[in-house]
């Protein structure tokens, strides 16, 4: 019986070495992506399908309302339950104080959280008991952010959401937990100028930033680990031990 999983923004970063480690282990994915190219899309689908397993994308707008009919429908549409929902996709938003846009808050705070609680509320039925709902959240959702009040602020608020949403998916026998990632090599840090990361560097005890490999290990031990439930696990290689 097919193993289905949903990913939001799983076609690149962090989203895709997770489709790609839940690949292996024979998983069937069904990813959603916004901005990525057609090649980008087909590259990380190739990833995933050379381990034998069904692979299919969603163009779909986290800030968008509409989304979430598009993705409920294809979840309504697939031939069994989901094994688990894993809300990967986010935005950020870098702005002044002083100059943020009231709209662009707005539209963070849409993407990043009540996005995946209108999801999650057509999808729930569509899990299989004992399954697994996974947010990403963030460590500058628990250290301040220097450089986005907004991202630091709806991630806090994904932590509190994935422990409140404990006690509402007790009937569904649905575990909820989320992953608090520092830094993760995707292209998006490796595109930093050379002296902030090694300003970064300088603030982890392991010294270097985490390979998106070794945090998909963490989804992937959230979805089988049975007792895993309202967890926020940070993943900083040991962020500010100095």
């Known amino acids: 019986m097919a193993k289905y999983v949903l990913?939001?923004?799983?076609?690149?970063?962090?989203?895709?070495?997770?489709?790609?480690?839940?690949?292996?282990?024979?998983?069937?994915?069904?990813?959603?992506?916004?901005?990525?190219?057609?090649?980008?899309?087909?590259?990380?689908e190739t990833a995933c399908k050379r381990f034998g397993v069904n692979v299919t994308s969603l163009?779909?707008?986290?800030?968008?309302?509409?989304?979430?009919?598009?993705?409920?429908?294809?979840?309504?549409?697939?031939?069994?339950?989901?094994?688990?929902?894993?809300?990967n996709a986010g935005l950020t938003y870098r702005?002044?104080?002083?100059?943020?846009?009231?709209a662009e808050w707005?539209?963070?705070?849409?993407?990043?959280?009540?996005?995946?609680?209108?999801?999650?509320?057509?999808?729930v039925s569509h899990i299989k008991p004992r399954g697994s709902v996974i947010f990403t959240g963030s460590l500058m959702g628990i250290e301040p952010h220097a450089t986005?009040?907004?991202?630091?602020?709806?991630?806090?608020?994904?932590?509190?959401?994935?422990?409140?949403l404990?006690?509402?998916?007790?009937p569904y026998q649905i575990r909820v937990n989320a992953v608090a990632p520092g830094f993760v090599d995707t292209e998006w840090q490796?595109?930093?100028?050379?002296?902030?990361?090694?300003?970064?560097?300088?603030?982890?005890?392991?010294?270097?930033?985490?390979?998106?490999?070794e945090l998909a290990e963490i989804y992937k031990?959230?979805?089988e680990n049975v007792y895993m439930n309202g967890e926020i696990v940070v993943v900083s290689g040991g962020y500010s031990y100095k």
């Open 7 to 44: 990913i939001t923004g799983g076609t690149k970063g962090i989203g895709k070495a997770v489709a790609c480690c839940l690949a292996q282990s024979g998983y069937d994915l069904l990813l959603t992506y916004y901005a990525d190219t057609s090649d980008e899309v087909l590259a990380a």
């Open 59 to 87: 163009q779909a707008d986290i800030s968008d309302r509409q989304s979430v009919t598009d993705i409920a429908q294809r979840v309504a549409a697939l031939s069994n339950p989901l094994e688990a929902v894993i809300f």
């Open 95 to 102: 702005e002044s104080f002083e100059n943020i846009d009231p």
């Open 106 to 123: 707005e539209r963070m705070f849409f993407a990043n959280v009540h996005f995946p609680v209108y999801l999650l509320q057509q999808i």
């Open 148 to 164: 986005s009040l907004s991202y630091g602020v709806t991630k806090a608020t994904v932590h509190a959401l994935t422990k409140n």
């Open 166 to 170: 404990v006690k509402f998916l007790v």
């Open 190 to 213: 490796k595109n930093k100028p050379a002296d902030i990361r090694r300003n970064i560097e300088g603030k982890l005890a392991l010294g270097r930033f985490c390979a998106p490999e």
């Open 221 to 223: 031990m959230l979805i």
